[in-house]
């Protein structure tokens, strides 16, 4: 099970902090993710940090948004600064199996909305 958290209400070049709680899994075989879905749009990639530690961004939140993983709180983390009204979006986040890609779980979503 994925708890993500953190959402909420604010102001353009305001900043945020999404957590999202593992349960059930062994977190640190998961590679995880954080993905939104904008109203009217598919759902994309924010980021990916892997087993190993490595991340991957979306090219629009690079240099504004800071993936990371806590494997002993089962726990990753998306940092969020800069944020501009592009960025409003429900936030998911995505565990996939290191070994094995048809072991996946998203969470619940947590809404962000930036003002202009």
């Known amino acids: 099970q994925l708890q993500a958290s953190g959402g909420g209400l604010v102001q353009a070049g305001g900043s945020l902090r999404l957590s999202c709680a593992a349960s059930?899994?062994?977190?640190?075989?998961?590679?995880m993710g954080w993905y939104r879905q904008a109203p009217g749009k598919e759902r994309e990639m924010v980021a990916i940090i892997t087993t190993r530690g490595n991340k991957v961004y979306e090219e629009a939140v690079k240099g504004r948004f800071t993936v990371s993983r806590d494997n002993v709180r089962s726990t990753m983390y998306l940092q969020m600064n800069s944020l501009n009204p592009e960025d409003t979006a429900v936030y998911y986040c995505?565990?996939?199996?290191?070994?094995?890609?048809?072991?996946?779980?998203w969470g619940q979503g947590t809404l962000v909305t930036v003002s202009s």
């Open positions: 059930g899994i062994i977190f640190s075989t998961y590679d």
């Open positions: 995505n565990a996939v199996l290191s070994t094995n890609g048809n072991y996946a779980y």
